[in-house]
């Protein structure tokens, strides 16, 4: 069977070290995404910015136009503001004064420095939740990886986006630990448009439907030490997908 394929953005590390983006706007989606019902105004404006975001729909470096984003997203302005204000502590936009809104850049050393912290804290991790997760948890990550695995047949780039979100998600809060919960929960929001990116490289996803499987099984024989090597193997494969070999 033929593997699916993602569109390849074209991405160009400059001499600068910021990430510019040709992406093929046909493998991206400006919809909303599910569970929309009932937020209030302003977790509606923070959901769906941050989905376009986070899928690339809107390119590292480029300015936001507040008019067209309150007509796009049929917003008003005070929910629209609130969200920009929170999306920018979460370093996905900056506010220039006199300016207006510009997606926040990408760099190599972003990248280099988020794997690092990654490595050290999942790796931890597993080790935690090998030793606490339940089988109700380990039936959540199977059903997961299914959703994964029908998102990557679809194509679906923010679905399966969403998919490695909610993987890694379920692994974090196995682990018992409330401090390590939200770091990684940092970390991981902070990765997504990372995430993105790595699609571009043939192959990749298929390689991390294995990398999961891998994890799954560690966690579910209890074998801590097993459960951070792949884990380690997991983000140093993205990291491969992501940087080559730098």
């Not at 695995?149 to 630990?177: K, L, P």
Request: some cysteine.
């Amino acid at each position: 069977m033929m593997e699916p394929v993602f569109h390849r953005p074209a991405w160009i590390f400059r001499s600068a070290f910021v990430i510019a983006t040709a992406m093929d706007q046909d493998s991206l989606s400006s919809d909303a995404p599910q569970g929309m019902a009932g937020l209030s105004q302003n977790e509606l404006a923070y959901t769906q910015l941050k989905h376009r975001l986070t899928t690339l729909f809107y390119k590292p470096g480029e300015y936001l136009n507040t008019a067209a984003l309150m007509a796009d997203l049929q917003l008003g302005r005070t929910p629209l503001n609130h969200a920009l204000h929170r999306l920018a502590t979460e370093g996905l936009v900056q506010i220039i004064p006199r300016k207006g809104v510009m997606v926040a850049p990408l760099s190599i050393d972003d990248a280099l420095h988020m794997i690092e912290v990654r490595l050290v804290n999942e790796c931890l991790c597993a080790k935690l939740a090998a030793q606490h997760i339940t089988q109700a948890e380990l039936d959540e990550l199977r059903a997961i990886s299914q959703d994964f695995d029908r998102a990557v047949a679809e194509r679906n780039v923010a679905e399966t986006m969403n998919c490695d979100r909610q993987f890694h998600e379920t692994i974090a809060s196995a682990s018992r630990n409330p401090v390590l919960i939200e770091v990684l929960r940092v970390l991981h929001a902070r990765s997504q448009r990372f995430w993105a990116i790595s699609l571009s490289k043939a192959g990749h996803v298929t390689e991390v439907q294995g990398e999961h499987q891998g994890i799954l099984d560690a966690l579910v024989r209890g074998d801590a030490e097993a459960a951070q090597h792949a884990v380690a193997s997991h983000i140093l494969s993205f990291r491969q997908a992501l940087l080559g070999g730098r």
